[in-house]
């Protein structure tokens, strides 16, 4: 079945350190997302790429970087600029033509 | 520019009783709508979607709901609320073929 893979579903950081949150898709879909949820504040957009080698930043994309070297991977890195990056990452999919997203499971980044 | 607003982040009603979760939006074209539902460390699952033609949009698990261009609202309903019903529900908008702008998020509590 096609899908989106987020890995791994839980990552511990040490402050400092930067930690790359992976997100592969085998839909064929052209266009990858990656958003940050924290409680009470809905989905906020990190980055988004709508076609390999190349992507945009989202309205909060201070202290993340990404790559789209491939179409089906899209990896988010966090890096030690992140001020404050204990979040629930999620990672989305669209294919040319649809409306609205696919969804992987999500990765929930810790800080400790 | 797009936004939308989520009227009350929780939301209790008793098993059977009428679901009404509340979404407005604004957006300066005509807009694609959704309505996903968030299930405790996991992804998002789509409901349903507006895109274009009949404005009663009927979706997964006895869900509907109803855009009304005049009130710019698209309220998600379900007439009998069941225990599996009890989880996040996020409202989110297109215009065009862009990004979407989630709202902050309704948590539905169903009690016995």
């Known amino acids: 079945d096609g899908g989106i893979t987020q890995s791994p579903k839980y990552l511990f950081r040490k402050e400092g350190q930067n930690v790359t949150l992976s997100c592969e898709q085998n839909l064929n879909h052209d266009a990858m997302y990656w958003y940050r949820q924290d409680p009470g504040q809905g989905l906020r957009l990190i980055y988004y790429s709508q076609i390999v080698n190349d992507f945009q930043k989202g309205d909060i994309a201070e202290g993340y970087s990404v790559s789209r070297e491939k179409k089906e991977s899209f990896p988010l890195t966090v890096t030690s600029a992140q001020k404050n990056p204990t979040a629930f990452y999620l990672c989305?999919?669209?294919?040319?033509?649809?409306?609205?997203?696919?969804f992987g499971s999500g990765t929930r980044l810790t800080v400790v | 520019a797009q936004s939308v607003t989520q009227l009350g982040s929780h939301v209790s009603v008793s098993e059977g009783a009428l679901v009404l979760l509340r979404c407005n939006y604004s957006s300066s074209v005509p807009p694609y709508l959704f309505w996903y539902v968030q299930y405790p460390n996991q992804g998002l699952q789509l409901l349903l979607k507006y895109t274009t033609g009949a404005t009663l949009v009927k979706g997964i698990n006895g869900f509907e709901a109803e855009f009304k261009k005049s009130e710019t609202s698209f309220h998600l309903t379900k007439p009998s609320a069941h225990m599996s019903d009890a989880a996040e529900y996020f409202c989110a908008v297109e215009s065009g073929y862009s990004t979407l702008t989630f709202g902050k998020g309704t948590m539905l509590l169903v009690s016995p």
């Open positions: 989305a999919s669209r294919g040319r033509g649809d409306y609205g997203y696919t």
